[in-house]
């Protein structure tokens, strides 16, 4: 992973593929949020989605080549593309 680190940055609100933190971080997460807007007097709506087997209703050539516009070295690119060809 050292090799590609810098290239494989995920969001703060980023939840899953993280030492450390997982989905009691992220429940925590929401039930502050809710609690910050109720408090507040808002009306909280929440919609969710499970995206588990998304990957594998997408086009992985699209998702390949953006990945190379994005500056991914071809090496990792490559890899994913044979990883993704034997499944």
């Given at each position: 992973m050292s090799l590609c680190s810098d290239m494989l940055e995920t969001?703060?609100?980023?939840?899953?593929?993280?030492?450390?933190?997982?989905s009691a971080d992220a429940i925590f997460t929401m039930k502050s949020t809710i609690k910050h807007f109720i408090d507040r007097g808002?009306?909280?709506?929440?919609?969710?989605?499970?995206?588990?087997?998304?990957?594998?209703?997408?086009?992985?050539f699209k998702v390949y080549k953006s990945l190379l516009d994005t500056g991914i070295p071809?090496?990792?690119?490559?890899?994913?593309s044979n990883w993704y060809s034997k499944l």
């Open positions: 969001d703060s609100p980023q939840f899953r593929f993280k030492d450390k933190i997982g808002s009306s909280v709506y929440i919609a969710s989605l499970d995206i588990q087997k998304a990957f594998d209703r997408v086009c992985h071809v090496i990792i690119v490559d890899v994913l």
